[in-house]
């Protein structure tokens, strides 16, 4: 036998009392290799050989003893595929990564298994794979290319030159050198433990594989209950407050209660570890809506996976309200909470109609022409008594639907300016922008906030973050590697770029996205959320996500940022129900309008970016500018420094050409708050601390009331009948748009349902960026009774214009920095 046989390169807990080792290469004994643990009062029972399915599942193949090689993916594991019907195939460089044919070769089909579950296979003779001593890299694609994403735990799992990740076939590691162990006492996975073979190198046990599944259907955090299970009913006590957590490897939890901030000291309850063996568990007597809570975690640290610390207040994952962004906790009780039926009542505008501003809660209000406190400057009430005000900002634009940076709880002193994008608590609104914190005002303050936008017709996205958490990290104090991404010696994976990345793909992630998101489905009414940096949520979690909450409110508006600083998922999201922020869009139109761009470009952003990323027509959201990095008017200005406080003429023109080309777009406008009178923040980028720079300065709506209205108009435009040729519910025929230019310039006529699809209307909008006068020869279109409704200082009925569209449809001329909308049909 070799030494590389007798070595363990990485040992896993699989779950309580069940770990896994990993040999250096295939074992070649009749008998499993003994194992010995190295941890007080721990023993190994039985090892056997991993199964045919733990293999397929974790490392995406396994070895017949035939000889053939069993490519295997489990459907349930990529719900935004249909394996029956868009067949999936496993690809590499035996077959050019699925170039080369016939692809039934290497097509998955189902293959049953005992427990009721399908299993989708595909064996491969090992010669036929060209593998060398060093293995061969593959991955599954399905028949539309869409690319099945690589499990993050997977011991194979490698990297391209491009940064690609793909499973790796190893031929001397082709399963039969995994084995699961078993403990005889203990739980095993709360010790720190060293496992070895023979004289070989000990190796910490992790966690790993299947242990990203352990999960609870325990109702978690603190709940009142009118009865205990094994108590009659008949009991003295009517109510009882139940707390429960999910720590898989801790040895103790303890719950703290108080009845005031000011409180003495807490009555201490210590929580029970329940049959599962990763929920803890504590009832106390009695109704404790109003108290406050925090729990203690504690268990024994490896150095490397675990961060647990007994005399660590927390903050519990799952409370529905906080006084702040640490502990304590603030119990509800949810029969109190002001729940409406997500179903009834007011209703989102169908996605095609939306026209949406993103605000963040204090910006909007901190300058406000409106009579408010101090204290109402800060947060829920005094948006909700500025939307009420007549002749308010948000209302008189025209948009109908508000996208609010995140408004649960996130981390920071109260009194400072924050945008939200350091999440403590996902279940909570902001302590931070309540009357009354301590006493959890800000829940109705939330709920009133919504129904105010409803009753002006103004549906609410709430931006949610999920992909990292701010500080304290409560989760890390429950299990660092179950809930964070973490490398081989602990530390924190970063693809967010604020400092960790939640674990998403965790069975109990994906729980706490999903319970919260509800939660705020049927607590507070909202239409829909914006998820940041949905890449690092993976696909699959967020179809997950899309198919709870359609079944809790159909017309949930679902919007995705479709990067990180890992990659993109906005191929993928063409299968779902997802729009996504369309950076091409963002970044194409800046240039255009600069006549930098070009008339193909501006066809493809016009026309919803179909055919490439946008599946369907209002699954691009185009926007500008947004919360993130330079405004639009500092992004263009001519001025020195990117300050853009006192815009030229050049400045202004160009913003009436974008806000033109954005409005007259297939897709979802969005602009941002106070875009549509050229806000500035004089300049610079990233500023998430700055209140002073980014509130909204409504002396600017007066100083710049031609831009404002003219946006405003386009808004009104674009919810008219003729609108309708742009709000689009399915996706229109090849030839449905069509777009003109002339060689040598970017100035472009784009005319939408050119082919009469869509009845006998037609939209057609020209723009030149050009310092001169640009002809477009309009082949084909060979029309009468075209009407011109705006050019770009306004819309007009008085003919006065600098575009002449010729009589009969062949010819339309542009002047200098000029755009037009005209119109035909009944």
């Known amino acids: 036998m070799s030494t590389e046989n007798t070595e363990i390169s990485q040992a896993y807990w699989l779950r309580p009392r069940l770990g896994c080792v990993l040999l250096g290469r295939n074992w070649d004994k009749p008998a499993p290799p003994a194992l010995l643990l190295e941890s007080e009062g721990l023993r190994i029972g039985r090892v056997r050989p991993a199964s045919e399915a733990f293999l397929g599942r974790y490392w995406g193949y396994y070895e017949r003893g035939d000889g053939w090689i069993v490519f295997c993916q489990d459907a349930r594991q990529h719900p935004q595929i249909d394996f029956a019907k868009n067949p999936v195939q496993v690809v590499g460089p035996f077959n050019r990564w699925g170039v080369d044919g016939p692809a039934e070769h290497w097509r998955l089909r189902p293959r049953p298994q005992p427990d009721g579950s399908t299993r989708w296979e595909c064996a491969i003779a090992r010669d036929r794979l060209n593998a060398g001593p060093e293995g061969v890299s593959f991955k599954f694609v399905s028949a539309d290319w869409q690319w099945l994403g690589v499990f993050f735990g997977a011991p194979n799992r490698s990297h391209d030159e491009a940064g690609n990740p793909n499973y790796r076939f190893e031929p001397g590691r082709s399963g039969r050198h995994v084995f699961t162990f078993e403990v005889e006492e203990g739980r095993g996975v709360d010790q720190r433990c060293l496992v070895r073979l023979d004289a070989g190198e000990p190796r910490l046990v992790k966690p790993g594989l299947s242990f990203f599944e352990l999960a609870t259907d325990a109702r978690l955090g603190a709940r009142v209950e009118t009865s205990r299970p094994g108590f009659s009913r008949f009991s003295i006590e009517t109510k009882w407050t139940v707390f429960r957590i999910f720590a898989p490897r801790a040895r103790s939890a303890v719950v703290e209660v108080f009845q005031g901030l000011d409180a003495a000291g807490p009555e201490v309850y210590p929580m029970a570890l329940l049959e599962d063996e990763v929920t803890w568990e504590v009832w106390v007597s009695g109704n404790l809506h109003g108290w406050y809570y925090h729990l203690r975690i504690d268990g024994e640290n490896d150095g490397v996976s675990t961060w647990f610390d007994g005399q660590r207040r927390l903050l519990d994952p799952w409370a529905l309200a906080t006084a702040g962004p640490g502990s304590p906790a603030i119990v509800v009780d949810i029969e109190r909470l002001p729940r409406r039926d997500p179903r009834a009542g007011f209703t989102a505008p169908p996605i095609q109609d939306l026209v949406v501003m993103e605000g963040h809660v204090r910006d909007l209000i901190r300058a406000a022409p409106v009579q408010l406190s101090d ?201 779902t129900g997802f729009a996504f922020w369309n950076d091409g869009f963002r970044d194409f139109i800046p240039e255009f309008v600069s006549a930098r761009g070009n008339a193909d470009g501006l ?164 723009v030149n960026p050009h310092p001169e006068t640009v002809g477009i020869q309009l082949d084909g279109l060979v029309a009468a009774g075209w009407r011109q409704l705006a050019t770009r200082d306004g819309f007009t009925s008085n003919g006065d214009s600098r575009g002449r569209l010729s009589g009969d449809g062949r010819w339309l001329s542009l002047e200098a920095m000029e755009c037009g909308v005209w119109v035909r049909g009944s």
């Open 375 to 575: 204290e109402e400057r800060l947060g829920f009430r005094g948006l909700t008594r500025w939307l009420a005000q007549d002749g308010s900002y948000l209302r008189e634009l025209g948009v109908n639907a508000l996208e609010l940076l995140p408004i649960t709880q996130f981390d920071g002193p109260r009194g400072a300016y924050h945008w939200g994008y350091m999440p403590t608590n996902f279940f909570s609104p902001c302590a931070h922008y309540a009357m009354d914190p301590s006493q959890a005002s800000q829940l109705g303050e939330l709920a009133e906030l919504v129904a105010e936008c409803h009753r002006r017709g103004l549906a609410v996205i709430l931006d949610v973050v999920y992909n990292h958490v701010g500080e304290p990290a409560h989760l890390m104090a429950l299990d660092k590697t179950y809930f964070f991404h973490v490398d081989e010696d602990g530390a924190l994976a970063n693809w967010s770029g604020c400092g960790n990345t939640l674990r998403a793909e965790s069975a109990m992630s994906r729980r706490l996205i999903i319970d919260s998101l509800v939660h705020l489905l049927e607590t507070y009414d909202v239409d829909g959320f914006r998820f940041d940096l949905a890449d690092l949520l993976t696909i699959e979690v967020l179809c997950e996500v899309e198919r709870a909450l359609k079944a809790v409110k159909p017309s949930v508006v679902l919007i995705a940022e479709p990067w990180s600083f890992r990659g993109s998922i906005a191929w993928q999201l063409r299968s």
């Open 603 to 766: 066809g493809y952003f016009m026309a919803g970016s179909l055919g490439h990323r946008s599946e369907w027509p209002a699954q691009s959201v185009n926007y500008l500018e947004s919360h993130d990095d330079r405004c639009w008017i500092d992004r263009i200005t001519e001025n020195a420094g990117h300050d853009g406080r006192n815009p030229t003429q050049g400045d202004v023109q160009r913003t009436h050409l974008a806000i033109a080309i954005l409005m007259c777009s297939i897709g979802i406008p969005m602009i941002a708050a106070g875009q549509d009178f050229l806000r500035s923040k004089q300049g610079l980028s990233n500023t998430y601390r700055q209140g002073d720079v980014n509130e909204v300065d409504y002396s600017r709506l007066k100083r710049f009331a031609r831009t404002h209205a003219y946006t405003r108009d386009w808004i009104r435009f674009r919810a008219s009948a003729w609108g309708e040729l742009l709000r689009l519910a399915r996706r229109p025929s090849a030839h449905y748009v069509r777009c003109f230019a002339r060689e040598g310039f970017s100035a472009a006529a784009v005319l939408f349902n050119a082919d009469l699809s869509g009845g006998d209307r037609q939209i057609l909008f020209g």
